[in-house]
């Protein structure tokens, strides 16, 4: 995956719409911030989960509970999206 970016990511696999709002999605999760792939792919999901989960009705709400690592109940239960050794 080291030859394609996030925001090419999410549009490919369905978690934005085009490249407008995935670059709206990377600038919320503030994703210029954190070097490792996974961990940013995480963090879209996580985020992708709250927005669909209706809790809240605006995307900082989102970016927020998400940046905090808090995941609606569908999402699997973690370490925040760390890798287990």
């Known amino acids: 995956m080291n030859n394609i970016s996030i925001n090419e990511w999410m ?50 709400d989102c970016f927020d509970a998400a940046l905090r690592g808090a995941r609606p109940t569908k999402l699997p239960q973690g370490n925040g999206g760390e890798r287990q050794e």
């Open 11 to 60: 549009v490919k696999n369905k978690l934005s719409k085009n490249g407008f709002a995935a670059n709206h999605i990377f600038n919320g999760l503030q994703l210029s911030k954190e070097p490792r792939f996974w961990r940013r792919a995480w963090l879209v999901m996580c985020y992708r989960e709250w927005r669909n989960s209706r809790v809240y009705n605006n995307n900082p």
